[in-house]
């Protein structure tokens, strides 16, 4: 019987082995063979976050196509962890890159269509053509000594638009369509006299505001000429 042959060295042995056993148990599982543990011998949500260590993850380690837009966190990927040149035109999504997301001031002469744009509604206040409209003036005419204009050298005012002074020399010009800040009148020319031609603004006897009185003189004595003059806005 076994009680009859129990002897301490029978328990001591005995023991020992279950020792043996368990260590060497432990032991095999602390050294795995390389490559032992796959996918499949792993249960489902053992791999944590908490568990991977900190830039174990690296770019060659991720399959291809694994990371989704469903799996990016919000606010993940900031401007400091793209690298330069990687967002190319195909990788932008039609009609993503909206006015909003447009820095001001980033976008350069080069990188717009000009057939995008329409055209300058005045350039009066350009900072290199601060008189660009007089480059074709909206009224324009050529007067003769009696005040009858010619159309073929004429914008904007026509005959009706030019009056007799009080006195001779004196021409009153009404611009049609807008109030003129200012004019420029240069006598036609004459080899055999020397005419002078001057505008007044801001209303006379001969004209009142807002008409524009000309004025021609010939040798000093003021009389009938005739003569250029622009006006500009």
């Not at 039609?94 to 447009?102: A, C, D, L, M, Q």
């Not at 007799?164 to 009404?174: D, F, T």
């Amino acid at each position: 019987m076994i009680k009859r042959h129990l002897t301490y060295a029978n328990l001591t042995a005995t023991l020992a082995l279950f020792i043996a056993l368990g260590m060497g148990s432990a032991y095999a599982a602390q050294q795995l063979a390389p490559k032992s543990v796959g996918a499949t011998q792993l249960r489902p949500g053992a791999v944590t976050a908490d568990k991977l260590r900190k830039q174990a993850v690296t770019a060659p380690k991720i399959e291809s196509l694994a990371v989704k837009q469903g799996k990016i966190a919000n606010a993940a990927i900031t401007a400091e962890k793209i690298a330069d040149g990687s967002i190319s035109s195909q990788k932008i999504v039609g009609g993503s890159v909206t006015p909003e997301k447009i820095p001001d001031d980033s976008l350069t002469g080069q990188k717009v269509n000009e057939a995008t744009l329409g055209q300058v509604p005045s350039a009066s206040h350009a900072d290199t053509s601060s008189f660009a409209d007089t480059s074709n003036p909206e009224a324009f005419a050529k007067v003769d000594g009696e005040g009858t204009t010619f159309p073929a050298y004429s914008k904007g005012i026509g005959t009706s638009n030019v009056k007799q002074g009080l006195e001779p020399g004196i021409y009153c010009v009404e611009v049609p369509g807008f109030v003129p800040r200012g004019a420029q009148a240069t006598p036609e020319f004459a080899a055999h006299a020397d005419v002078s031609v001057y505008v007044k603004f801001g209303g006379t006897a001969s004209c009142t505001y807002p008409k524009v009185e000309v004025q021609t003189y010939n040798n000093g004595t003021r009389q009938k000429e005739p003569f250029y003059i622009v006006f500009y806005r």
